[in-house]
C-alpha cells in the first residue's frame, strides 16, 4: 500500500499528515494548555509486551507521518494528529488495552515524537526543583530539597541519548565521542548538562535545573522560613544603598533565588547587565541586558568567555554588573569594576562560609594569570565587596541564610568581617525537622552610614531587638 492510500485509509489528508509541528516541546509552549492530562508518575511501567507495541506503532506512524513536512501548525494540533493516527494504529494491531493503558502508551509516543519523552510529565510538575537521569533506568527528582526515585524510565539508552540530542541541537550544541560534555537551556530557561560514555561510565546522563516559573521575593522567602523580616529589611536597604554583595553556598542553596530577589530593590532608572555561563536569572526590571558565554567550536574556536563579557560589559555603561556565578579569573575583573564606580553589583560564589568565600575570591583573581602579591588581591577584595550572605540547604531540605557579614576592613593582611545576623541552629525534632531561630549579634553595621546617604532606611532595632 502507497504512503497516500496508507494515509487515506487513515482518515487523513496529505496535508493533515504532514503538518504536525515536532519542534514545539512542553517547553515551547508554556502558555499553551495542554491538550492531555498530564501522565501521574503513579502509573505502571509498561509491559515488555506493550512496549513491543509502542515501538511499534511508532515506526508505523513516523512513516505515515512526514518529519521533513511537519512545521505548520502548533503543538495541540500537532498532538491530536498523532492521537488520530496512534488510535487507528492500535486497532489494527488489535492488541487488547484497556484504557488506561492505551492512553499512557499513545501520551508516551506523542512525548517522544513531539518533546522530551518520558521527561516531559516531570517538566509540566512544578513542584519539582531538579531532574536527575542516571542511565536509562533511573530518573531522579528533588522536591522541596529532597530527592526521590521516580518510575520515569527510556526505553534504553539510545532513547535517552535521542533525547538529548534533541534538547542541545535546538540550542546550537553537538555531544557526540569527540564532544562528550555540553551544558544547554530549554526555551523555557531551564538549565541543562548532559555527559556521555566514554566520561560517563554507566551510560548517559542528563541533569535539568527547572526554570522557576514564580519569581520568588524576599517577603515569600521569609514566608518559607529562609530569613526572619528584619533580614529582609537590612537586605532590601543594601541593595537600594548600591552595596556590593556576594552570595555564597553551596549547589542547591538557593544562590541564585536570593540574587533575583534582591535585585527587585535595584531602582528602576538603573541600567543593569547580567553576565552567566548559563542564562537562568529573572530579573524583574525594565533595564536589563542579559549577556551569556559561548563555548568554542568543533575547531576549538569562537570561544567566549565569562572574563570577556565582564570586559565588554564596562564599555557599555552599566549602572550595575550582575555575575550569576564567578568561578575563575573573571574575578579578578569583576572586583576592579566593584572598585571603578560599579556600586552596587551582585554575583554568586560556591563556598561553605563567608570566609571561605573570601578564600576562593582570592583564588579565582589568582587564576587571572596576574603577579600580585596575596596582600594586594585581599585590599581589592575587601575595597570592593561591603556584604556578604551565607545560604545553606539543611537535611530537611530547606534552604535557609546562616549568616549575613560585613567586610570591616583588613588587619594586616587579614580581611576582617562582622557577623550581622545568624541562625542558631538547636537540633532536628521527631519529624526530621531543623529546629532553630533567627537573631541579630548586636552589631550595628558600618554602612548605616551609606543607608542615609542614599535615602534608604532600616530601623536600628533591627540589630539590637532580636539578640540572641
Known amino acids: 500500500m502507497g504512503?497516500?492510500?496508507?494515509?487515506?485509509?487513515?482518515?487523513?489528508?496529505?496535508?493533515?499528515?504532514?503538518?504536525?509541528?515536532?519542534?514545539?516541546?512542553?517547553?515551547?509552549?508554556?502558555?499553551?494548555?495542554?491538550?492531555?492530562?498530564?501522565?501521574?508518575?503513579?502509573?505502571?511501567?509498561?509491559?515488555?509486551?506493550?512496549?513491543?507495541?509502542?515501538?511499534?506503532?511508532?515506526?508505523?506512524?513516523?512513516?505515515?507521518?512526514?518529519?521533513?513536512?511537519?512545521?505548520?501548525?502548533?503543538?495541540?494540533?500537532?498532538?491530536?494528529?498523532?492521537?488520530?493516527?496512534?488510535?487507528?494504529?492500535?486497532?489494527?494491531?488489535?492488541?487488547?488495552?484497556?484504557?488506561?493503558?492505551?492512553?499512557?502508551?499513545?501520551?508516551?509516543?506523542?512525548?517522544?515524537?513531539?518533546?522530551?519523552?518520558?521527561?516531559?510529565?516531570?517538566?509540566?510538575?512544578?513542584?519539582?526543583?531538579?531532574?536527575?537521569?542516571?542511565?536509562?533506568?533511573?530518573?531522579?527528582?528533588?522536591?522541596?530539597?529532597?530527592?526521590?526515585?521516580?518510575?520515569?524510565?527510556?526505553?534504553?539508552?539510545?532513547?535517552?541519548?535521542?533525547?538529548?540530542?534533541?534538547?542541545?541541537?535546538?540550542?546550537?550544541?553537538?555531544?557526540?565521542?569527540?564532544?562528550?560534555?555540553?551544558?544547554?537551556?530549554?526555551?523555557?530557561?531551564?538549565?541543562?548538562?548532559?555527559?556521555?560514555?566514554?566520561?560517563?561510565?554507566?551510560?548517559?546522563?542528563?541533569?535539568?535545573?527547572?526554570?522557576?516559573?514564580?519569581?520568588?521575593?524576599?517577603?515569600?522567602?521569609?514566608?518559607?522560613?529562609?530569613?526572619?523580616?528584619?533580614?529582609?529589611?537590612?537586605?532590601?536597604?543594601?541593595?537600594?544603598?548600591?552595596?556590593?554583595?556576594?552570595?555564597?553556598?553551596?549547589?542547591g542553596s538557593g544562590k541564585t533565588t536570593m540574587l533575583n530577589a534582591i535585585s527587585n530593590f535595584i531602582p528602576n532608572n538603573e541600567r543593569i547587565i547580567t553576565l552567566e555561563d548559563s542564562a537562568e536569572l529573572q530579573l524583574q526590571l525594565p533595564h536589563v541586558l542579559r549577556l551569556e558565554t559561548r563555548p568554542a567550536n568543533i575547531e576549538g574556536k569562537g570561544e567566549i568567555t565569562l572574563r570577556d563579557l565582564v570586559r565588554n560589559s564596562l564599555r557599555m555603561r552599566p549602572d550595575r554588573i550582575v555575575i550569576g556565578e564567578v568561578r575563575s579569573g573573571e574575578a579578578f575583573d569583576m572586583l576592579q569594576a566593584m572598585n571603578t564606580g560599579h556600586e552596587g553589583s551582585l554575583t554568586t560564589v560556591h563556598a561553605n562560609g563567608p570566609r571561605d568565600a573570601l578564600a576562593r575570591l582570592e583564588n579565582m583573581v589568582s587564576m587571572a594569570g596576574l603577579d600580585m602579591p596575596a596582600k594586594a588581591i585581599r585590599k581589592q577584595i575587601e575595597s570592593a565587596i561591603h556584604i556578604i550572605i551565607q545560604l545553606s540547604r539543611l537535611e530537611d531540605g530547606s534552604r535557609r541564610i546562616v549568616s549575613i557579614q560585613e567586610v570591616d576592613g583588613m588587619e594586616g593582611e587579614i580581611i576582617t568581617l562582622s557577623e550581622i545576623f545568624k541562625y542558631n541552629r538547636h537540633g532536628i525534632d521527631e519529624k526530621g525537622v531543623v529546629m532553630g531561630q533567627y537573631c541579630s549579634t548586636g552589631i550595628i553595621p558600618k554602612c548605616m552610614a551609606s543607608f542615609k546617604q542614599r535615602g534608604a532606611t532600616a530601623d536600628l532595632a533591627i540589630f539590637t531587638n532580636h539578640l540572641n
Open 3 to 251: 504512503l497516500k492510500t496508507r494515509m487515506q485509509s487513515l482518515g487523513l489528508s496529505n496535508k493533515a499528515a504532514t503538518n504536525v509541528d515536532v519542534g514545539k516541546t512542553k517547553s515551547d509552549q508554556l502558555n499553551e494548555k495542554p491538550v492531555e492530562v498530564v501522565v501521574p508518575l503513579s502509573l505502571k511501567l509498561l509491559t515488555p509486551v506493550e512496549l513491543e507495541l509502542k515501538e511499534t506503532i511508532h515506526s508505523k506512524l513516523l512513516d505515515i507521518l512526514d518529519l521533513s513536512l511537519i512545521s505548520s501548525i502548533n503543538g495541540r494540533e500537532a498532538r491530536k494528529q498523532i492521537q488520530s493516527v496512534a488510535q487507528k494504529l492500535i486497532d489494527e494491531e488489535s492488541v487488547p488495552l484497556n484504557s488506561q493503558t492505551r492512553h499512557q502508551l499513545i501520551k508516551e509516543i506523542e512525548d517522544d515524537i513531539l518533546g522530551l519523552g518520558p521527561l516531559e510529565a516531570l517538566l509540566y510538575d512544578p513542584t519539582i526543583a531538579d531532574i536527575l537521569v542516571n542511565g536509562h533506568k533511573k530518573v531522579y527528582v528533588e522536591r522541596f530539597g529532597k530527592l526521590e526515585l521516580t518510575p520515569v524510565r527510556f526505553n534504553d539508552n539510545n532513547h535517552l541519548m535521542k533525547i538529548i540530542d534533541r534538547i542541545v541541537s535546538k540550542v546550537g550544541r553537538r555531544i557526540d565521542e569527540s564532544s562528550p560534555m555540553v551544558d544547554a537551556r530549554l526555551p523555557d530557561g531551564s538549565r541543562v548538562n548532559a555527559i556521555i560514555p566514554p566520561l560517563a561510565i554507566d551510560g548517559p546522563s542528563l541533569s535539568i535545573r527547572r526554570f522557576a516559573v514564580d519569581k520568588m521575593t524576599l517577603d515569600d522567602l521569609v514566608v518559607r522560613g529562609a530569613l526572619a523580616n528584619y533580614m529582609a529589611e537590612f537586605l532590601k536597604a543594601a541593595a537600594k544603598s548600591k552595596l556590593n554583595i556576594l552570595i555564597s553556598g553551596g549547589t
